[in-house]
């Protein structure tokens, strides 16, 4: 059973915007989502991510000011808006989901034991 289900990535050139999108299992009761990605030959790294009931969120140094998560709550989905994507932007970028525990940053460990898609493939050409 799919538990996360993402969309949206694609191709772009540099300067473009991508929407991700994530829909939770309505199984789940997220408590925090986020946005996760590995790049070839590189560690795999937290993007964005949100503490689902205050709304709060926390980006990645690399990405603030271009990449924007928001939710929509009805629909048990959280969103990844990328704007002036960069080549070093190119990656597979995971949705990961935690329950019931809060994150407060992606750092957290909860991430390790929650939930996450099977990746979705981004990639800015320059």
């Known amino acids: 059973q799919v538990q996360l289900e993402e969309s949206g990535g694609g191709s772009v050139q540099a300067g473009g915007s991508l929407r991700l999108s994530c829909e939770a299992s309505?199984?789940?009761?997220?408590?925090?989502m986020g946005w996760f990605r590995r790049a070839p030959g590189k560690e795999r790294e937290g993007v964005a991510g949100?503490?689902?009931?205050?709304?709060?969120?926390y980006y990645a140094d690399s990405v603030k000011g271009r990449f924007t998560i928001s939710q929509d709550n009805a629909k048990n989905t959280v969103y990844l808006q990328m704007n002036s994507l960069k080549p070093e932007d190119t990656a597979v970028y995971y949705c990961?989901?935690?329950?019931?525990?809060?994150?407060?940053?992606?750092?957290?460990?909860?991430?390790?034991?929650?939930?996450w898609g099977q990746g979705t493939q981004v990639t800015v050409s320059s």
């Open positions: 949100m503490d689902i009931g205050p709304g709060i969120t």
């Open positions: 309505r199984y789940i009761r997220p408590s925090c």
């Open positions: 990961a989901a935690v329950s019931p525990w809060r994150c407060y940053g992606l750092g957290s460990s909860n991430w390790q034991s929650g939930y």
